[in-house]
C-alpha cells in the first residue's frame, strides 16, 4: 500500500494556519456591533480588548480606528478631530468619542493595535448608523416621577436627557397647561460624557387634569421630544339636568314645574378623580339609587303628587365630597273637591263634606254658607251651580256662596265646581229647609239630654212640692172659715202685712180687694195701735198690731176662739 506524503511546503503552511488560529482566538474584543447616533450629535463607544497570554502591553502602545479606507483616528495623534480614542490603550481600553456625526460617518469600522507584536481585530468591526431620526429606543428622554398628583398641592418633575458627550449642554424647553413657577438645569457628569436634567415646580389644578405635558431637549439643530398625560386628583363637582328642561335649569335655579303623568330622567353627573361615589336620595334621606360611575340617573315613571318633592344628588371620593338638589312642582287637574258648610248658630259649626251627594238639613231663617275648594295647580276657577226642582243655574263664581230665599220644605241641589286648563272636579250636596218646630221635636242628642235632664227633674220636684203645700193651706184655711166666731183672731197680724178681702157670701179669702189705714184719731185702739180696716160691701175686716199694744197684766186664762184671717204685707 503506498503511503502519500504531503510537500514540505504544504506541511509549513498548514502548521502555519493552526498557530495563526490559536493566535487568532486569544485576541478579543469587546463592544456593540450595531451604534446608531443622531446627526450632529454625539456618541461614545465604549470598547475592551485583549492579547494572548504572555504578552504584555507596552505603554507606547497604539490603537488605531478606521473605516475600510480611511485612518480615522489614532491614539498616538495629538491633533483633535471629531474622533477620539478616549481609552487608555496600554489597558485593553480602546473606547471612541465621535462628535457631531456627519451622515458620511456611517459604515463599518475596526480597531487595530501597533505594539511589539501587531494585530486588527475583525472578529467584531461595529456599524456606526447615523441617521437623522432620533433613537427611541435608547435615546429618548423622559419624565419623572410619573405618578398621580392632587389638585392644589406643589409638584416638582424632572426632564432627562440621555447621556451624551461632555461639554455639549441641550437646552429644554416645557410646555403644557400647567403654570410653571420655577424651573432649573443641573448635570451629572461621567467619563467624557455628562447627564444633563431640567426640574420644574408647579401647582396643578382640576383643569390640567388628563393633559399634555411635553420637555423638549436640544442639542444644537437637533430635538428630541417626550411628553406625559397628567394624572391630577380631585375632589367631585356636578352638574344636574333634565332633558328638555335645559333652559330652565340654572346654577341659581334648580327648581322645575311638571305635568301630572309625566316620565322624566334627572341627570346627575359628576366630574371627579378618582371616580366617585354617587346617590340620588330624598331630602329627607331616603336613599333611592347609588353607583360608583360619572353619572348617575333618576328615572321618575308617570309622576304623581307622591313625586312633587326634592331631590339631593350626593357625590363623594378620597378627596372631598359634593351635593345638588333640584325642585320638582306638579301641575295637574283639580281633585278632591270639597264643600264646607258655616251656619249661624251659637256653636258656628263648620261641616266639610268630601263625599258624593252630601245632604244637609237646615233650620229656617238659619244663615247659610257654602265654601267650595279643590286641590289643583295652577289653582282652579270655581264656580256654584244651583239645581233646584224646575231648572239649573249658574250662581256664583265665587269660592263663598251665601244660600238665601229657600222656604220651608223645599229642596235644593247645590254643585261646586272647580276647573283648570288640564281638567275639572265637582262635588254636591243637597240642602234641605225644615221649620223651627220641626227642627225641635228632633230627638236631643247624648250629650245634650246630660245637660237638660237633671234640671229639668228638680224644676218638676219643686213644683209638685208647691203644689202640695198649697193644697194643704187652702184645705186648712177654709176648714177655719166654717167656725163661727166673732172673738179677736187668735194671731196677730203683722203692721206689715195686709188682709185679703173676703167677699160677701163667701168664707175663703180668694179675692183681693185693697185696704187702707183708718184716719190716727177714729182707727186706734185703747192704747194706740193702729188698725187696719178693710172697707168691703158687707162685711169688714180689722187687723190690729198688738205688737205697739202696752203689756197689761195677764188675765186669768180664758178659752177665746179666733177666727184666722190671711193678710198681705205691706211696707209702711
Known amino acids: 500500500m503506498k503511503r502519500m506524503l504531503m510537500p514540505p511546503s504544504h506541511a509549513l503552511i498548514t502548521i502555519f494556519l493552526v498557530l495563526l488560529k ?4 486569544e485576541y ?8 446608531t447616533v443622531q446627526k450632529g450629535l454625539c456618541v461614545h463607544i465604549p470598547c475592551h480588548f485583549t492579547v494572548p497570554k504572555g504578552e504584555i502591553l507596552s505603554p ?3 490603537g488605531i480606528w478606521s473605516t475600510y479606507r480611511t485612518k480615522l483616528v489614532s491614539s498616538a495623534d495629538s491633533k483633535k478631530t471629531r474622533f477620539t480614542l478616549t481609552g487608555e490603550v496600554s489597558k485593553g481600553d480602546c473606547s471612541l468619542l465621535i462628535n457631531e456625526a456627519k451622515l458620511e460617518d456611517t459604515g463599518t469600522y475596526k480597531f487595530r493595535l501597533e505594539d511589539t507584536l501587531s494585530y486588527t481585530y475583525n472578529s467584531i468591526q461595529p456599524n456606526i448608523k447615523v441617521t437623522d431620526l432620533w433613537n427611541i429606543s435608547k435615546k429618548e428622554p423622559y419624565i419623572s416621577p410619573n405618578r398621580s398628583m392632587a389638585a392644589g398641592e406643589e409638584v416638582m418633575l424632572t426632564c432627562t436627557a440621555p447621556e451624551w458627550c461632555t461639554g455639549i449642554a441641550p437646552v429644554f424647553t416645557w410646555k403644557g397647561s400647567i403654570r410653571i413657577t420655577e424651573t432649573r438645569t443641573n448635570a451629572l457628569l461621567h467619563p467624557y460624557t455628562s447627564t444633563y436634567m431640567s426640574n420644574i415646580t408647579f401647582t396643578p389644578s382640576q383643569q390640567d387634569h388628563n393633559t399634555s405635558l411635553i420637555c423638549t431637549v436640544t442639542y444644537g439643530q437637533v430635538s428630541a421630544i417626550t411628553s406625559i398625560i397628567l394624572d391630577v386628583e380631585y375632589p367631585p363637582s356636578m352638574n344636574i339636568t333634565m332633558p328638555g328642561y335645559e333652559r330652565l335649569l340654572t346654577q341659581e335655579n334648580k327648581s322645575v314645574t311638571v305635568i301630572e303623568g309625566e316620565s322624566l330622567n334627572i341627570w346627575c353627573t359628576v366630574t371627579s378623580n378618582p371616580m366617585a361615589n354617587v346617590t340620588w336620595s330624598t331630602e329627607d334621606g331616603l ?3 347609588t353607583t360608583i360611575n360619572k353619572s348617575l340617573t333618576l328615572a321618575l315613571r308617570n309622576i304623581s303628587l307622591s313625586n312633587a318633592a326634592t331631590y339631593r344628588c350626593l357625590a363623594w371620593n378620597s378627596h372631598g365630597n359634593t351635593n345638588d338638589s333640584i325642585t320638582l312642582s306638579l301641575e295637574y287637574p283639580p281633585k278632591e273637591a270639597t264643600i264646607c258648610i258655616y251656619k249661624s248658630n251659637p256653636d258656628g259649626l263648620l261641616d266639610c263634606y268630601f263625599e258624593e251627594n252630601s245632604f244637609e238639613e237646615v233650620e229656617e231663617g238659619t244663615s247659610l254658607s257654602l265654601l267650595c275648594t279643590a286641590k289643583s295647580n295652577p289653582t282652579s276657577n270655581v264656580s256654584w251651580i244651583r239645581h233646584g226642582q ?3 243655574q249658574n250662581i256664583s263664581a265665587k269660592q263663598l256662596l251665601n244660600v238665601t230665599q229657600m222656604g220651608v220644605g223645599s229642596t235644593e241641589v247645590y254643585i261646586c265646581w272647580a276647573e283648570n286648563k288640564y281638567g275639572q272636579a265637582n262635588r254636591s250636596i243637597t240642602i234641605k229647609v225644615t221649620s223651627a218646630t220641626k227642627q225641635q221635636q228632633k230627638p236631643p242628642g247624648i250629650m245634650s239630654a246630660l245637660f237638660v235632664v237633671p234640671p229639668l227633674v228638680i224644676v218638676l220636684l219643686l213644683i209638685s212640692a208647691f203644689i202640695m203645700i198649697r193644697n194643704k193651706r187652702r184645705k186648712q184655711l177654709l176648714h177655719n172659715d166654717k167656725k163661727q166666731t166673732t172673738s179677736t183672731p187668735v194671731n196677730d197680724c203683722d203692721a206689715h202685712k195686709t188682709y185679703e178681702e173676703i167677699p160677701q ?15 190716727k184719731d177714729e182707727n186706734l185702739s185703747e192704747d194706740g195701735a193702729p188698725i187696719y180696716i178693710n172697707y168691703g160691701e158687707d162685711l169688714q175686716y180689722a187687723c190690729i198690731h198688738f205688737s205697739h199694744l202696752k203689756p197689761n197684766d195677764s188675765p186669768e186664762k180664758e178659752e177665746v176662739e179666733y177666727s184666722e184671717i190671711q193678710c198681705k204685707s205691706q211696707i209702711l
Open 505 to 519: 157670701g163667701s168664707s175663703s179669702p180668694t179675692d183681693n180687694t185693697d185696704l187702707e189705714i183708718a184716719p
Open 390 to 392: 224646575t231648572n239649573i
Open 28 to 35: 478579543t474584543i469587546n463592544m456593540q456591533k450595531h451604534v
Open 60 to 62: 507606547t502602545a497604539t
Open 287 to 289: 336613599i333611592l339609587s
Open 22 to 25: 490559536d493566535i487568532n482566538c
